[in-house]
């Protein structure tokens, strides 16, 4: 996919439609990691918070509830 880096403002920028928001689960507000690479290639990175431990336990705790006999059988 090709983008043409256009003005915005006093800045310039590149405009993702809505198909590539889309594709990469973006949202408006959402942050990006930027790398910059030798030779000038970029790296957008979605920065996606990590959800609290409390919560990972619970769904891992749930999740070998509901699969207590299939772990047995691979264990």
Known sequence: MIKMVT?????????????LM???HLKVGDELN?????????TLTPIRPCPPREEV???IQS???DYARTMKKLA
């Open 57 to 59: 336990t619970r769904v």
């Open 7 to 19: 003005k915005v403002g006093n800045s310039q920028g590149i405009i993702f439609d809505s198909a």
């Open 22 to 24: 889309e594709l990469a």
């Open 63 to 65: 999740t070998m509830k």
């Open 34 to 42: 930027v790398e910059v690479h030798d030779g000038g290639t970029l």
